[in-house]
Each structure stands twice: as C-alpha cells, then as structure tokens.
C-alpha cells in the first residue's frame, strides 16, 4: 500500500511563504486519519506508517508532511542550511524531535515611483519591514495523540511602505498589508489546530490566514520571495470577501491521488487584531482541486466558489489601496465569486527530482523549509480568471497570469523569478454612476523579479513593476522599482 503526500498551497504567511503555501497533508492519508482519534497502532513487520510514528506508536503529521512547519531541518553548511542561527548546540533539532518548532523571518522592502504615478508620486523612495514568528507542537511528538499539530503566528510591521504615490488601485507591495494594511502594529494572526480524520480528510480549526490556504500556485503567491504586487500574488476581489486573520473551520480530503476537495466556512467581518471576533455573517467555499501530468510536467487547476452573507463593497477591500474606491456604492447581501486557476510546469532540470543514489541532483535543490517544498524546481505557467457580481462590485472581473521559475540558471538551485501581467476590469454597471465612473477606469500592470538566494536563509531581490494603465483615471502610468531582502533566523 502506498501512501502519498500531497502538499498544495501557503504566506504571505511565511509569511507569506506561498508560507504562506500552505501545505497541505493528505499526507497522512488514511493511516494517518485512522490513528486521529488517538489509537496507537504498533503493527506488524510490514507496516507502512512506521516510518511516521513516535516510539510510542502515535503517528505525527509533521513525520508524515515535513512541510506543515515553517522549517523541518536545522542541520547543514552555512551555504546550504535553512536558517541563519543554524542548530546550536543541537537544541532546535532536539526540540523538532520533541515536536515543538520556533522560527521566524524579516522581510525588508524598498521602492521607490522613478516615473508617473500621482502628483507626489514620482521619484519618492520609501522601506518598509514584516517580521514573523511562528511556532508549532505537533501532538504525536508531544506524546498526546496522533495527527495533530497546535500552530501560531505573529506579525509584526513597521515602515512607510509605498501607498498612495503609484497611483493606482492594486498594491504595489504585498507585505504592507500585514498584519494590518499600512499600519505598524503586531498582531497574533494564527492560532489553529491542523488535524488528520477519517476518510483522507485534514481539518484545520480557529483563527488563521486564508491566504495561506486559498488561491495559490508554485509560481506566485508568497511576496516574501516572489511577486510583490497584490494582485500578481493573489486575487485582490477576495478582499471583499474575508480578512487576513479570520475564524475558520476549512477541511481538505483527499478523493483520489489527483483530486483533493477543500471547503470551509469562516467569519468575513473578523478583522487582524479583533480577537474576540465578529461572528454577524458567514462565508463558505467550495475548491476541487486536480493535479496531473502534461506532456510528462506537472500541473495544477482548482476551481473556487465562495459566497458570503456580507454586504461586500470595495470600500472596505483590504487587498486595495484605501481611500482609491470612495463614496456610497451600492451594496447587497448573497456576495459570490468564482475563480479558475492554475499552473503547468514545461520545463523541470535533468534529475531535480532523483536521489544522488539513483544518479540524480535531487539533493541539491532540496532546502527543508515550507517555501522551497511547494516550489519545486523548474519553469512554467500560472494564470487566475476570477468574476463577481457586477451590480455590487466597482471592479467584477480579474485576469493575471505570467511565467515563473526556480533553479533555472546553472548553478543556482535556489533562485527564483517571475514575469506576468494582470487585468482588473470595472464593472459595466458601476460605469453608469457619473462619481465613480469619472474617477475610476480599468487597470492593467506586469511585474517581473529575480530573487537571488545568497544562501537559503538569505534572499535579495530585485523588482520592477510598470503600471500600464492606472484604475485611477487622474494618475500617469508608473514606473516602480524595488528590492526586497528575507531573511529565515
């Protein structure tokens, strides 16, 4: 009987790893689910599990899916290893073994409008930080029972990011968003329970980040390491439709080896830092999501349908540039959205997925973090079609898609870089109300990055974004330029 990880999406949250990937452990699949309820299973000599259970017979999630963790390993080279502190005196590798982690990150952006944007915009230059702490305990490891692991993050942001002076309607940097959108402030924004059940199905329970979980691919979605741009790493017409840091019940089941179903439901008023919560509406989802092989690549496509209870409007969108969107447009309850999304792989480097022993490179690309685990190495296609209501909403349809890649230079394994474009078109409807049709119109941008891995613990990146046509019709066209450096401790 073979037993399978599948690992889809997380982070901003590694923050926003793609960690924001979350990776998912259907791992565990149904020997992990079995032994949920807390049954120890010492088994006979051909046991499958054994490789993921403790010494007292308890199978460990982070045994089975390493990438649940920010990080698994803390052993290696100073040119190799996952994190700069390394593993003193071998008291982070004795704590993993124990089941309990602790890790962190800084990520530092600079950028600066060299061309158009607003009246103030060009040539102003301004630095931002996130940092990010998270911890973990998986329950096996800690001697309490099978298939579950305790998780928390925390957010801390200062700076002046870029806000305003590009002109435009998406943001043009990610990590100003957390935990709270241009704001310095330090927020928990995770605590949950991840859970191995019956029936190939893991839960996750309490108060999360559905950025971690919703919408992502290999190629973009983390702006720690990737796109910088929201709407080049997620779909800013979700803003509409939960926070950053929500209460969530969101359940992922494995049907079969190429399909996992995930759905949910989470509270779309609860803000980052309102820890009591606002419990007056609700949202569900609905994500089939296919992996398969073309033309001997990997791809990925999920489709996802979410609907809330709320009045959603895009005055209050976290995912864009406050005070762009403003008066009194009309609302309604019954918000939906539906989105297509993908990648497909076209490339991947001989042997980048064949032990050493068998003749191959595997080890050399493998990094034992969150983010390198869900971004495999290789090259290839992403792209999101997204609509929503258009009697409600200022802009209902959105496109991105580009070309993104890892270890595509020789000798660079770790290295990664991105091109792509996206569309967000006002809605017909809205062009009809003369206040807003005469300050807003479609906006189209294309970013590109390289994120050079100076080791895997350090990243500096290079950015540059160009704002073809801004959703603010009294902006000019800018030109953004940036760096971004992340640092795992």
């Known amino acids: 009987m073979k037993h399978k990880h599948n690992?889809?999406?997380?982070?901003?949250?590694?923050?926003?790893?793609?960690?924001?990937?979350?990776?998912?452990?259907?791992?565990?699949?149904?020997?992990v689910a079995s032994s949920a309820l807390g049954q120890v299973t010492n088994a006979p000599d051909a046991d499958p599990m054994a490789a993921f259970k403790t010494d007292k017979g308890l199978i460990s999630l982070t045994k089975a899916a390493p990438e649940l963790t920010p990080v698994s390993d803390y052993t290696g080279g100073f040119w190799h290893r996952s994190t700069l502190f390394d593993d003193p005196g071998g008291w982070r590798t004795r704590a993993y073994d124990?089941?309990?982690?602790?890790?962190?990150?800084?990520?530092?952006?600079?950028?600066?409008?060299?061309?158009?944007?607003?009246?103030?915009?060009?040539?102003?230059?301004?630095?931002?930080?996130?940092?990010?702490?998270?911890?973990?305990?998986?329950?096996?490891?800690?001697?309490?029972?099978?298939?579950?692991?305790?998780?928390?993050?925390?957010?801390?942001s200062f700076g002046n990011p870029l806000k305003n002076q590009p002109g435009n309607l998406s943001p043009v940097n990610s990590t100003a968003l957390w935990p709270k959108a241009y704001d310095d402030s330090s927020v928990l924004m995770e605590y949950y329970l991840a859970q191995a059940l019956p029936l190939n199905t893991v839960a996750f329970v309490g108060r999360l980040d559905p950025a971690n979980f919703l919408d992502q691919n290999s190629f973009s979605c983390t702006?720690?390491?990737?796109?910088?741009?929201v709407s080049m790493n997620s779909n800013p017409l979700f803003g509409r439709?939960?926070?950053?840091?929500?209460?969530?019940?969101?359940?992922?089941?494995?049907?079969?080896d190429g399909l996992t179903l995930e759905y949910g439901a989470w509270t779309p008023n609860t803000a980052p830092g309102e820890y009591g919560g606002n419990w007056n509406d609700y949202g569900i989802?609905?994500?089939?999501?296919?992996?398969?092989?073309?033309?001997?690549?990997?791809?990925?496509?999920?489709?996802?349908?979410a609907y809330t209870s709320k009045n959603a409007v895009d005055v209050n969108n976290p995912r864009l540039v406050p005070g762009v969107i403003t008066g009194n447009p009309p609302t309604k309850s019954d918000n939906w959205i539906v989105e297509v999304s993908g990648e497909q792989y076209f490339w991947e480097p001989k042997g980048a997925s064949v032990p050493q022993a068998e003749g191959g490179r595997k080890e050399d690309y493998h990094v034992a973090t969150k983010d390198f685990g869900a971004d495999k190495p290789g090259m290839g296609i992403f792209y999101r079609v997204s609509t929503t209501p258009k009697d409600r909403s200022a802009y209902n349809l959105y496109l991105s898609g580009g070309i993104g890649g890892r270890g595509v230079i020789p000798g660079r394994p770790y290295d990664r870089f991105?091109?792509?474009?996206y569309w967000l078109s006002?809605?017909?409807?809205?062009e009809k109300q003369p206040l807003i049709a005469s300050a807003l119109q479609d906006e189209v941008g294309l970013e590109a990055f390289y994120n050079f891995a100076i080791t895997p613990f350090v990243q500096l990146s290079l950015d540059a974004q160009w704002i073809a046509m801004s959703g603010k019709q009294s902006s000019e066209n800018a030109v953004v330029l940036g760096t971004r450096l992340n640092i795992r401790f």
């Open 223 to 229: 702006p720690d390491s990737q796109f910088l741009n």
């Open 7 to 31: 690992i889809s999406m997380k982070h901003k949250h590694n923050t926003k790893t793609c960690v924001r990937k979350v990776v998912t452990a259907l791992a565990a699949t149904s020997a």
């Open 285 to 305: 989802a609905m994500i089939p999501y296919v992996t398969y092989h073309a033309f001997d690549h990997p791809g990925m496509i999920q489709v996802i349908g």
């Open 98 to 156: 124990a089941g309990f982690t602790l890790d962190a990150q800084l990520t530092q952006v600079f950028q600066g409008v060299v061309s158009g944007g607003s009246a103030s915009g060009s040539g102003s230059g301004n630095y931002n930080g996130l940092f990010e702490a998270n911890a973990s305990m998986d329950t096996a490891k800690a001697g309490l029972w099978s298939g579950g692991l305790f998780y928390l993050t925390e957010q801390t």
């Open 426 to 430: 006002e809605s017909s409807d809205f």
């Open 241 to 256: 439709f939960l926070t950053y840091s929500t209460y969530a019940a969101l359940f992922m089941t494995k049907v079969t």
């Open 418 to 421: 991105g091109v792509g474009s």
